[in-house]
T-cell receptor, first 113, second 114 residues
Framework: SQQGEEDPQALSIQEGENATMNCSYK?????LQWYRQNSGRGLVHLIL?????REKHSGRLRVTLDTSKKSSSLLITASRAADTASYFC?????????????FGTGTLLAVQP | KAGVTQTPRYLIKTRGQQVTLSCSPI?????VSWYQQTPGQGLQFLFE???????NKGNFPGRFSGRQFSNSRSEMNVSTLELGDSALYLC?????????????FGEGSRLTVL
């Protein structure tokens, strides 16, 4: 399977703490993206990092990418109860004109108020 | 701009029946992708359409098919339904002019096969 792996599978923290999720993938990539999904709903795009970038910030989000290790991490700082959701990494494949994404297995984040 | 609209949101079918799901992309978006989400297999790519042509296809049996119309709206069809087809089917659109960019997802169609 081309599917990426994420860890941890589940994470429970208190409001105000930081949450870190990790993603590993298998193929050469054009970019790596992170999405959030509230229970049973559609996915919402959070951030995209290109294969030639190492770190990117967006508000309380910080993403790193290590293409030599085929891994990425998502850091959410100062978590809020509203951040409770599942988080997925997704890789855009290298080469070809396609928007196909390979999604990871997801991390379920619970932020306790 | 209105977001991606998927209909129906929920449906129940029995084994052997067929189902058609509809997706209206964001205005101006020419690429529509479909994904299946199940607890066991996670999010899996079904197919992508761009300007009425299938641009990429996932590893699903021929019972799963799709099409895109000239207004970029897309439908997917599953024939001879099996219990394992129960899933959340997600549609996503993008402008399509740049490969592997951000996708905009609809709320999904939740299919239950009895």
């Amino acid at each position: 399977s081309q599917q990426g792996e994420e860890d941890p599978q589940a994470l429970s923290i208190q409001e105000g703490e930081n949450a870190t999720m990790n993603c590993s993938y298998k193929t050469s990539i054009n970019n790596l993206q992170w999405y959030r999904q509230n229970s049973g709903r559609g996915l919402v795009h959070l951030i995209l990092i290109r294969s030639n970038e190492r770190e990117k910030h967006s508000g309380r989000l910080r993403v790193t990418l290590d293409t030599s290790k085929k891994s990425s991490s998502l850091l959410i700082t100062a978590s809020r109860a509203a951040d409770t959701a599942s988080y997925f990494c997704a890789t855009g494949l290298f080469g070809g004109a396609t928007n196909k994404l390979i999604f990871g297995t997801g991390t379920l984040l619970a932020v306790q108020p | 701009k209105a977001g991606v609209t998927q209909t129906p949101r929920y449906l129940i079918k029995t084994r052997g029946q067929q189902v058609t799901l509809s997706c209206s992309p964001i205005s101006g978006h020419r690429s529509v992708s479909w994904y299946q989400q199940t607890p066991g297999q996670g999010l899996q790519f079904l197919f992508e359409y761009f300007s009425e042509t299938q641009r990429n296809k996932g590893n699903f049996p021929g019972r799963f098919s799709g099409r895109q119309f000239s207004n970029s709206r897309s439908e997917m069809n599953v024939s001879t339904l099996e219990l394992g087809d129960s899933a959340l089917y997600l549609c996503a659109s993008s402008p399509g002019d740049r490969a592997s960019g951000e996708l905009f997802f609809g709320e999904g169609s939740r299919l239950t096969v009895l």
